[in-house]
């Protein structure tokens, strides 16, 4: 049976690429049809932003109810029930349910986009059948996503060793869990799962979080050693043992086999997209199984665009929706062109979290020479402070202060967590090049810092906003601090840290 209706562009796959891509395609006056099989939002609110939200929101209370348990006027907190099985089931019962019907509502609905539900069939760059339904379109917009890259080696079927995919379906608690890779979803995942009574090891071929500046490191680094969650760097993995379920990792270190043992391996070494339905088209495919798209998201064959992850990184949530809204203006005539530049980051380390956007102080360093630094805490970090008691050293400690319940608690509550803000600016134009921080609610502000490192902002320009005090990210007041200097040199004080973990 033939549709009716001839679409403008026929969205394959319904995630954060599809879906808001087909919206901003109405939204501009096209007539979008969306085919999708499970639900829309893709994996977001299954395993991934929304679910991580909620998980790292549950890790951190634990994190806090131990820490503060017995302290000040808080009770003893019994802690043996504690259960990453139980917050994952809640959410399953719950969050993925109630995040569904919201995408759904909120798309057909409210939006008023069409989607035709059901496991969908290119047949030709202009024809998807579902459900035995043909559907025309003039254009065709591939949307299908990635998935978890695993390695080739003994034991990777083992019941127990799982992906982020999985996360959500714990049923039962670890004891002992091996992370394979130390990229930005391992380490949020170590310091996701150690809350939870669960020792955790992270096992990095290379260098775990490799792009971020290293004053940021240092910090994940360190508090990690701090909380007990192990990183071997430069590791190898051979093989997950096990008889009929895992129970350990084996690896080459420094030339050496090592044995870990383990109940859980979780599998994070990156992301393969899911080009796949794309091939039979002719469309080309790049090394990394990635959809191959011009600036425009443009395949080689005209009238079929790759959107999101299926067409490679950066796998970013923010860069998978513009890919869908750059296509839809491109299918709509207008000639859109993505821009990668100034894409933020963000790693959950509950009870904090980690933001960047720019340049680390290294890059700085190589592409203008000496660099400013506006930063917080400064100088080396003095010992982990006693539980409600002031120390000499405090004044390194102190600021910054930040967001919602966590930082400055964690301050007075016996841990040596205070955050840390960096700016790093060229001197010279006075313009920033990076802008890096480790707290408790400063990612907000990167969502507009990265359009402010874009328009080439100054550190006069922000002398001149209205901070609202206390905040997450400081920026703005010590920017004012060191303004008023006519050859910017910043505090006074520049001392380089050596890495101390
Ligand atoms: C978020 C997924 S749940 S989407 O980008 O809103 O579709």
Redesign the pocket.
Known sequence: MVGEKEYDAIWFG???AG??GAAFHKALGGKPLIVEEHH???E??VCR??FENFFSDQASMAELMRLYSGKSWYPKIDLSHISAAKAAELYRNVGQRA?AD??KHQTEKQLGVEVAWGKGKIIDKNTVEVNGKIYKGKNLVIGTGSRPTMPNIPGINLPGVMTYIDHPEMRKDPKKMVIIGGGKIGIGKAAMFAPFNIEVTVLEKYTCLPKWDRDVRNFIFRDFKRRGIKIYEGIDVEEIKGKGKVESVVAKFNGETMEFPCDAVMVSIGLTPNSEPAIPLGVKIGKGNEIIIDEGCRTNIPGVYGVGDAAGPPYF?AI??KRGMIAAKNIAGEDAKMDYSFVPDHIYIPPLEATCVGLTEAEAREKYGDVVLIQVPWGPKPKDPKPEEYYPGFENQGLPVCGKMHTLNLLFYGQNRNGLVKAIVDPKSRKYVGFHSVGDGAKTAFQYLSYLLKIGWTVDQMANLHEIFLNAEHFVQLSRLVAGQKELKGFAAQVYLEDDF
């Open positions: 319904g995630g954060a879906r808001f829309l939002g893709g977001c609110h932003c929304a995040f919201t995408m949530m998978a929706r």
